[in-house]
């Protein structure tokens, strides 16, 4: 499985943007989105089951993200809105064979090559 990350880019406080995360070989996984900040490590953002039926989110962005999913084009999204300058960071997503939906990264599999978010106060 290879996974393309893109959409982000530069936006300043309040604003919104969508990423967007290309998978190509399989596409019945769950689907993860991580963020890494300069200096921190890698947290996660929000996680989606294969059907797309089942999410979950880190607190800090909840009623602010959305994950989707459009199986037919083999594609996870990231819609994000309400953008605040603590978003910015390189937004990873990633693949994850198991049952359930979970934030630890080690329990995913295949990872993107990250893109970055930066959001001006």
């Known amino acids: 499985v290879q996974l393309q990350a893109s959409g982000g880019g530069l936006v300043q406080a309040g604003g919104s943007l969508r990423l967007s995360c290309a998978a190509s070989?399989?596409?019945?996984?769950?689907m993860g989105w991580f963020r890494q900040a300069p200096g921190k490590e890698r947290e996660f953002v929000a996680a989606i089951n294969w059907s797309g039926i089942s999410t979950y989110y880190v607190d800090s962005v909840k009623g602010r993200f959305t994950i989707s999913r459009d199986n037919a084009k083999n594609t996870v999204y990231l819609q994000m809105n309400s953008l605040k300058p603590e978003d910015t960071a390189v937004y990873y997503c990633?693949?994850?064979?198991?049952?359930?939906?979970?934030?630890?990264?080690?329990?995913?599999?295949?990872w993107g090559q990250g893109t970055q978010v930066t959001v001006s106060s």
């Open positions: 990633a693949t994850s064979a198991l049952g359930r939906l979970v934030s630890a990264a080690s329990m995913y599999t295949y």
């Open positions: 070989g399989r596409s019945i996984y769950n």
